[in-house]
């Protein structure tokens, strides 16, 4: 067994860390790794402990986050479009002073300045519709931190699990080693009496050896569980921890539609296509506004001013007015990109259709694996009991001198691969239950979009 430093209090402050970035009013990415070792008792972390470390450490996560905080700055900078733009210049010369034309130059060395102001009136709705394609484009963003929550969810619950009937598997070797010592004392015993033969001792000897081997391999298959553990979790390599729980399963048995369903309402890639789809119309909105009019008002000034034929003088050229643009003819380069927007428009309503079907069909798939698991994990408990009353039977008979040694390895051999059997499928149901939450959206709750950054 390990231990861990991480306390209660470190969890839940990674927990809030993790998961605030996908939703609105954070900007900056999340995580960062525990502390180092406390002095306090070890805490035996829960799944959802697991899961918060996880989902405050784990470097896909870093990346996914900084991919929302670029869109919503997106959304910022479109927005900008409809906000007074202000410019300022300035420049200083010098010259040789000499007349031009009759009429004197300015002066050897001076200094101007300008300032301008500009407020976009009308510009036959690109600006709107650009700030649409952004906000659309941070739901899309979203919707990929949410679909890459649910995938690293998905590893820590596998990788949790995996940990918990790695341990169990341990306590069954244990057992069978304990067992096989049994054997190797009660022939060893018989032999000495003159009522065995030496090939029960023999027997048995191979046995205890066979069990010690399992009983490593079982120990080994643990640490690789935790290793695997630390990996799910975005945690450095042979971090200590220390697991709360055993393997418990539910028999409760959803109904297919009731999944199908909240799979297409939760699927963060649907979220995220549909997400796609409306950035690409706002953006067919934006592209064939090109050669629409646009209206500004603009002013500015201009120090010194400048009168013909005289140079500048004291004061300034102030000027206000309305500018009114339009594209006549650009050779339909604009007409021709509109076309390109609305094609890659269809092609992603091509992409939400298919991959609706492929939903569909990973639940279809995670539900029978479910229903499969679930039965497994009965017949493979009443596996347990008749493996256990059989070897109870062989010991018995061995011990009255009635059955030989053989029956008694055998029936133990049996009972051990039972209880293997039985930890395996308490995993499979629990693995394909994780799967299926994976499958229909629910692994974590999915995030929305706010756009009122």
């Known amino acids: ?50 899961i918060a470390i996880a989902l405050g450490n784990h470097p896909s996560l870093q990346g996914a986050c900084r991919e929302v905080a670029g ?33 004197l130059s300015s002066p050897p060395e001076g200094f101007a300045a300008a300032i301008s ?11 709107p519709a650009a700030i649409r394609d952004a906000k659309y484009s941070l739901a899309a963003s979203t919707a990929e931190y949410s679909d890459v929550e649910q995938t690293v969810v998905l590893g820590v619950r596998q990788s949790y699990y995996r940990v918990l009937a790695a ?32 090939a029960d001792v023999t027997k048995a000897e191979v046995e205890l050896a066979n069990a010690e081997l399992n009983l490593i391999r079982a120990k080994n298959e643990v640490s690789l569980a935790y290793a695997a553990l630390d990996n799910a979790l975005g945690l450095p390599p042979a971090t200590p921890l220390k697991l709360a ?33 409306q950035s690409g119309q706002a953006k067919v909105k934006v592209t064939g506004a090109a050669t629409k009019p646009a209206v500004y008002l603009a002013g500015g000034d201009v120090w010194p001013r400048t009168i013909s034929g005289i140079g500048p003088v004291n004061g300034s050229n102030w000027t206000v007015g309305v500018i009114a643009s339009l594209s006549i003819w650009d050779g339909g380069s604009t007409k021709a990109r509109v076309e390109q927007a609305r094609e890659a428009v269809g092609k992603l309503q091509a992409d939400l259709a298919n ?99």
């Not at 997106?74 to 000499?98: D, E, R």
């Not at 102001?117 to 600006?127: E, M, V």
């Open 1 to 50: 067994m390990r231990t861990t430093s991480i306390s209660i209090l470190a969890l839940a402050g990674i927990a809030l860390c993790g998961m605030s970035c996908g939703v609105a009013g954070a900007d900056q990415p999340s995580g960062g790794k525990p502390g180092p070792a406390s002095a306090a008792a070890a805490q035996s972390l829960t799944l959802d402990q697991c």
């Open 167 to 198: 341990e169990q598997l341990v306590a069954a070797q244990t057992q069978a080693r304990a067992l096989s010592e049994l054997h190797l004392k009660q022939a060893s015993a018989r032999h000495a009496e003159g009522i065995a033969p030496k």
């Open 71 to 103: 869109a919503r700055a997106g959304v910022k900078a479109s927005k900008a479009a409809t906000l007074p733009q202000l410019t300022v210049a300035g420049a200083y010369t010098q010259n040789n002073g000499q007349p031009v034309g009759g009429f």
């Open 355 to 453: 991959e609706k079907q492929q939903v569909g069909l990973e639940v279809q798939q995670a539900y029978l694996n479910v229903v499969e698991a679930d039965q497994l994990v009965v017949a493979a408990a009443k596996l347990v009991e008749q493996a256990e009353e059989n070897h109870r039977i062989a010991q018995g008979r061995y011990e009255e001198g009635v059955g030989p040694m053989i029956d008694v390895v055998d029936a133990e051999t049996q009972l051990t691969a039972a209880r293997t059997s039985y930890v395996q499928a308490q995993l499979d149901a629990l693995v394909g239950r994780a799967k299926l939450d994976r499958a229909t959206g629910q692994a974590v709750a999915v995030k929305e979009a706010s756009n009122e950054r």
């Open 245 to 277: 729980g055993q393997l418990q399963n539910t028999q409760e048995q959803p109904k297919l539609d009731d999944l199908l369903n909240m799979a297409y309402c939760n699927r963060p890639e649907l979220k995220r296509i549909e997400a796609q789809i």
């Open 117 to 127: 102001a500009k407020q976009l009136i009308y510009d036959s709705g690109r600006t």
